[in-house]
């Protein structure tokens, strides 16, 4: 159930908007890059400043545990998805390191662009592939990735 949105209309998704308002408040441009705790491990961000990748030099992801809402602060980043959730049973032999499972290859995958103030949000067993290059773009990405413990909503 991926959702595309923006920060001006989070309110409409009550169980995110609150989470979403609440890393917004904290001074994003200070934060160094990788892990920042808002809420011991239950909701922490992963704040990255990097220039996006050529789809061959990229690795699809998928969480068990965790929501991932991925928030561009500005820049332009695509990332790559599959409409259709992973089966649980068929990932039990999966290496998940971190609560993340790698892939290069994903079946039925399509593509969604973001730009300053968009986000995507990703649910346990969802793949996506995030830091693709927009073909034509080559400007970096600054952004963060919320990471929400599924189980607290």
Sequence with gaps: MMIISTIDSSSID??????????????????????????????????????????????AELHREYIDIHLTLSGTETIGFAVDPEDLGSLGLLPFKNDCVLQTNVPNEQFVTLEKGQYCVFYPLEWHRPMIRKEGIDDGVNKVVIKVRASIL
Excluded: C, T, Y
Aim: hydrophobic share 50%; net charge negative.
């Design 14 to 59: 009550p169980l995110l908007h609150p989470i979403i308002n609440r890393v917004l408040a904290e001074d994003l441009s200070a934060l160094p890059d990788g892990i920042s705790a808002i809420d011991g491990e239950d909701i922490f961000v992963n704040r990255v400043r990097a220039k996006a990748r050529n789809i061959a030099d990229s690795m």
